[in-house]
């Protein structure tokens, strides 16, 4: 029998089901003010409920003259309030409040009206409450644990002197429930009327209540009662820590323990989004921007500016892996992940404004051969005026086209030729190129293993809504950015200096708001009151699968090459397909598809969080489909297909974005984030690996036309993957209930 099964046999007591309850107070008033609302609210359900209150009140005055007056009074202020609260009967012992007596006889005395009554259900004070310090409190809850005790066993009774003969039915199977207490593990929800009602109840005490003492004693259990009140989705509630039998003596001491509603910290995972927003304002630049230096300032093909494009992800595919597991195992006084982010930001930023210099010093060197731009124009062939596109260049063996594809490659060729005879500007590009990529890989798994770091797994679809939100406002800010600054042909200089200043303002906002120490310590703190088997599904113990979970975590993995495959290869060549095949700018699409992933992020958070991630992903497949269908039969005649090609495409990848991640590091331990993250990179890195240059290639062959077809096969095949994959799903969201502690002392 496992420790979930063992739990179902002994859940913790529901009071509001009980059918006979005796409330212990130390004094009259105390269950008035721990209880009223509960008291109130188990009348109503037809509950027997009596009171016993242990002592006499008598030290509710600081004047010393008629005591015995006082005694008298508070007894028939308990009489009143439990006669309005509707008790079956109140009763006040004799024991001197705040004086000197014996707990083993308070404990007898309690015996005996349980043996009396048999409840079903025992309240008092918890002996354990770490701010309490008058004595009866002690010595009332401590009185009640033993009369427990006493009350069950008859030998133990005969020994505490009470009188029993065989036809004497012990009290057996009473539940124990502490009120007055900080660590609640049930909480009961309490109408307004009869939370009302507890304050009235109180009132009736009058000789204890000054209307100053009243009120601010009212603040504060209005205060309490609407703070435990948000946990169970009530107006009002109490707090109760609860035991059954079983959990009275020796057995599972401490499983036990109040959970609240789990909730993510929006606040704190935007700041978190912070690092992945720079690395959107990078990627949206350098997947727009760079391929076009290649094609028109470099003069490089189709395929071969798909080798560059794809040096990226051959150094990610052993680099991503490398700095997640080295960000994994680092310790320093920053956390693991930020030392990474830090100088990873600075190093990228510096040199990609190299790229950008050295790019515009081969510009020079075209200008300095007069090698024209591709423009339209039109000429008189057989009688009749064609539409087409002229590169009026005086070596060009065919000057006019019909295609602006075929104008803009054979613009490239000339180019070229510019680029083999001054071969260092090509040269200094791609170095430059390399270590800006080597620096992006240095803290691009860590800073996305940083939200996983500090996030529940239960809420990481929730928490990767955001990171995604926040990459797509990085994308959005950098395709408005290029809108005024991207010109073909001209300098790029000015905007890769934005960008990077950017990138640097934002690094100096993260670390300033993002303390992961600090954050990761909140997080042991809140998982700490969920049981581990709720937040820990498929996860691997040490670095092993079940059979099960590796072949649904292969499965994921395949998907991800598969729809990376697709959706890189439409948006690293749409730039220039839109150039040359739909004969518009590509900035304007683009934030179409942001805009509409922006719209959708939350919302697929909290889709997924209650129909589960697989299935969002499959409908998130599904619509990136249609998208690409729309996009294959878009002309430059009807171009505006394309803006509901990039609209869908944006709701489908946000779909598939916000899950595929969380649904790889949920098979990790938080030990091994980082690796799980370098898993999933190397699988989607594998994908752009081979796309660009297998994309290009067929464009090359075939035409560009064969660009969204190709994304269409792909997202097909990781249509079929995606369905085979049964593990990876989070469990439901812990909602505030009862719950275990992992394992037991």
Known sequence: ?????????????????????????????????????????????????????????????????????????????????????????????????????????????????????HPDTVLCPDPLLETET???????????????????????????????????????GMNLVYYFTSRPNTIVPISQENFEKKFEAILLHKSQMSPSFFESMKMYLYFKATTLGQEVGSKYAEGYFAMAPVHQHCFLEKIWKWKKNMKLNVKKTIYVGIAFLIISLFWQVYDNIIAKMLINTFGLNQFWSGIVMALDNVLALFLLPLFGMLSDKTKTKFGRRTPYIFFGVIVSAILFLGVAVVDSMQLKKIEEENIPIVVAATEIIDGEEVEGYLFDYDGATQKFFESKEEAERARADVVFEVTKNHSTNLVLFIVILFFVLIAMSIYRTPAVSLMPDVTPKPLRSKANAIINLMGALGGIVALGVMTFLAKDFQSYVLLFAIISGLMLVLLILFMNRVNERKLVKELEEEISHYDEDEIETDAASGDKLTKEVRLSFLLILASIVFWFMGYNAATTKFSVYAQNVLDMGFTLPLMVSYATAIVCFVPIGIIASKIGRRKTILIGIVILVTAFFLGSIATSKTKFLIYFTMALAGVGWSTINVNSYPMVVEMSKGANVGKYTGYYYSASMAAQIVTPVLSGYIMDLYGMKTLFPYAIIFCVLALITMFLVKHGDSKPIPKAKLEAYADLD
Request: aromatic fraction near 6%; proline fraction near 4%; hydrophobic fraction near 40%.
């Open 1 to 117: 029998m496992d420790l979930q099964t063992l739990m179902g046999f002994v859940p913790i007591p529901n009071i509001l089901e009980s059918k006979k309850v005796l409330f212990i107070g130390p004094h009259p008033d105390d269950i008035e003010i721990g209880c009223g609302g509960l008291v109130s609210e188990l009348v109503d359900l037809g509950i027997r409920v009596r009171f016993l209150i242990v002592t006499d009140g008598g030290a509710g005055s600081l004047e010393l003259d008629n005591i015995e007056k006082l005694v008298q009074t508070r007894k028939e202020e308990s009489q009143k309030a439990g006669e309005f609260l509707g008790v079956e009967s109140v009763e006040v012992l004799d024991f001197p409040d705040g004086g000197r007596y014996d707990v083993d006889d308070m404990a007898v005395e309690i015996a005996k009206r349980i043996i009396d009554f």
């Open 134 to 172: 008058h004595p009866d409190h002690f010595n009332a809850a401590n009185a009640t644990q033993k009369a427990l005790l006493i009350s069950k066993f008859p030998v133990a009774a005969l020994r505490h002197g009470l009188e029993l003969d065989k036809n004497t039915k012990m009290a057996r």
